[in-house]
Structures are given as C-alpha cells and as structure tokens.
C-alpha cells in the first residue's frame, strides 16, 4: 500500500477499479454459491479482511483476534460488503460506532454482538474450524445452497414473500435424491450419505 500511495499522481490516485471490483466479485462468489463458507480468524483482522470474513457463513475467531474496519482512519470508507454485513449483524448503532471510528474490536466483543459465531483458544482455532467444515461437509450440500438462498433472501422479502420461497425450497429439497437418502437412512438408523442431488 505504501508504494502505490508513494507513486500516485493527481491522475492516477493508486487505487485501481479493476482490483475493487474482483474483490467485489469475490464476496458475491462467497454469497452467491451453494457451498457454505466457514472462515478462521486469527490475529488482526483489518479492512477488506474483516468484511471477507463477515461474508462468509460461519466465522470461528481465536482470543486474541481482534476486528476493525480503520478505513475512515486513513480518509476512505469501507468495500467488500462491509456498510451491508455490519447494519444485519450487529445493528445499525453498533455498525456506525464500528465504521465511524475505526476502532478495533476483541474476539470476544465481536462474539457478544453477533458478529461471528465462536471464539476458541488460539492454539484450537484450525482444529474447530476444520471440524466444523466437515460437519457441514456431511450434510445435504443442496440443502445447504437452499438454506443459504433463504437467508439472503430475507434482506428484501416480506414474510410472505418468504414463506412463499420457502414453500418453493421445500417443494424442490422434497424431490431431491437427497431428501430420500435422509429419510431412508433416519429409518435405516445410519448416517445419511449425501450426494449433493
């Protein structure tokens, strides 16, 4: 970062629309896909780094990680989704406070807001995350992609809007080879074998 600032001129400010848009790209990537997301974050979390980890389904953060979003410390506001994550998970309050100051938060604070969704000790942090990934690994992977196009969803849809989708959703994930692998496998008393279908 210091030598793009140390080679911009008042044509070229270092800052490249090409490079934000791929990060943008990036977090609707994250978003947009069937697959869940699960981050580990340990240490400092800056920035971009902390709205990619907010796109993500799941966010597992050691104790001593700490989360900031200094953009407005350094004349810029924020990108990769973070003025839309922070208002949903933590509030509009709270998200204002977090943007305006550019104050880092701990691990556990993030926790205590709905920022992410597990703190572990430093030396556990892989180990949970991993464990944690193939847990959702195991589970319907369709079911999942429908899971995570329902909570997207409820950003613009009313409730019957809502119900109506999840009315869809359901219809389909009960056609699904999948739903009769699961039920199959409930009366069988074995764990289901998904395949994704």
Do not use: W
Not at 43 to 48: K, P, R, S, Y
Not at 116 to 129: G, S
């Amino acid at each position: 970062m210091k030598a793009s600032f140390e080679n911009r001129t008042e044509t070229n400010t270092g800052f490249s629309d090409e490079h934000l848009k791929n990060l943008h790209d990036c977090i609707l990537l994250i978003r947009e896909t069937g697959v869940p997301f699960v981050a580990a974050v340990n240490g400092v979390c800056a920035g971009a780094g902390t709205n990619f980890a907010l796109a993500c389904d799941i966010v597992f953060a050691s104790e001593n990680a700490t989360f900031n979003e200094g953009f407005v410390k350094i004349g810029l506001t924020p990108d990769c989704g973070g003025s839309y994550f922070l208002p949903r998970l933590i509030g509009e309050k709270l998200a204002a406070e977090f943007l305006m100051t550019g104050d880092a938060i701990t691990s556990q604070r993030a926790f205590e807001t709905g920022m992410i969704n597990r703190v572990v000790a430093n030396e556990d942090l892989i180990t949970e995350a991993t464990k944690f990934a193939a847990r959702l690994a195991k589970m319907s992977t369709s079911g999942i992609g429908r899971i995570k196009k329902m909570l997207a969803a409820t950003a613009t849809n009313d409730l019957r809007a809502q119900l109506d989708l999840e009315h869809k959703l359901q219809i389909e994930s009960g056609n699904s080879k999948d739903f009769t692998e699961g039920v199959t496998a409930f009366f069988e008393k074995r764990s289901p074998d998904f395949k994704g279908e």
